[in-house]
Nanobody, 121 residues
């Protein structure tokens, strides 16, 4: 039983910043990876940023140089610092955690409900 909860979304002007959080809780032995995705109306889901348990990171080309993903392993939490936001960044941001819940179990992925980011004008 694992819960994933995103927070930190909101309305921001172009050029502004937001910091998203994603916290996993419940029965967790270890988290292999955590990934931020985004989904805008009429568009396909897009991988935004990805981080491993050893802090290897990957970014979509569209956000390189503007977004930074980081992780707090003790809190089972991942963050997405978003700077220089553009209208094209508007979307529901979703967090996925790839988790081993107990000894002897396989890795499984869990999704949060998402948090809305709107960049106006």
């Amino acid at each position: 039983q694992v819960q994933v909860v995103e927070s930190g979304g909101g309305l921001v002007q172009p050029g502004g910043s937001l910091r998203l959080s994603c916290a996993a809780s419940g029965s967790i032995l270890r988290i292999s990876t955590m990934t931020w995705y985004r989904q805008a109306p009429g568009k396909q889901r897009e991988m935004v940023a990805h981080i491993t348990s050893v802090d290897t990171t990957t970014y979509a080309n569209s956000v390189k140089g503007r977004f930074t993903i980081s992780r707090d392993g003790a809190k089972n939490t991942v963050y997405l610092q978003m700077n220089g936001l553009e209208p094209e960044d508007s979307a529901v941001y979703l967090c996925n955690a790839f988790v081993q819940v107990s000894e002897g179990t396989r890795l499984r992925d869990f999704w949060g409900q998402g948090t809305q980011v709107t960049v106006s004008s």
